[in-house]
């Protein structure tokens, strides 16, 4: 089965930034996108972005105007750039691709810690 491995969580103070990646085990654009998510209470993760084989880029409201997705085809990796880091953006932050039938299985994740 495909793996994605999470990477680049830390700590950082709030306005800061931090870069996570996400390296694929084979071709990225065997997904129809690759997103990112972040655990939140209740066992829920719920979206930060994504990025369509396509090229297309989502983000969530919370994420928008801080946060980049890109992608690095020769490296099969995904990237989250997270400018104007904030406290409330302290979470597990993790990677998974996705099909118009379903999803790949949860990883690791990466910490993220944004101090006051």
């Known amino acids: 089965q495909v793996q994605l491995v999470e990477s680049g969580g830390g700590l950082v103070q709030a306005g800061g930034s931090l870069t996570l990646s996400c390296a694929t085990s084979g071709n990225i654009d065997s997904f129809d996108s690759i997103g990112w998510y972040r655990q939140a209470p209740g066992n829920k993760r719920p979206f930060v972005a994504a990025?369509?084989?396509?090229?297309?880029?989502m983000y969530a409201d919370s994420a928008k105007g801080r946060f980049t997705i890109s992608r690095d085809n020769a490296k099969n990796t995904v990237y989250l750039q997270m400018n104007s880091l904030k406290p409330e953006d302290t979470a597990v932050y993790y990677c998974r691709g996705n099909w118009i039938s379903g999803s790949t299985p949860w990883g690791q994740g990466t910490q993220v810690t944004v101090s006051s």
């Open positions: 990025v369509t084989k396509g090229g297309a880029r």
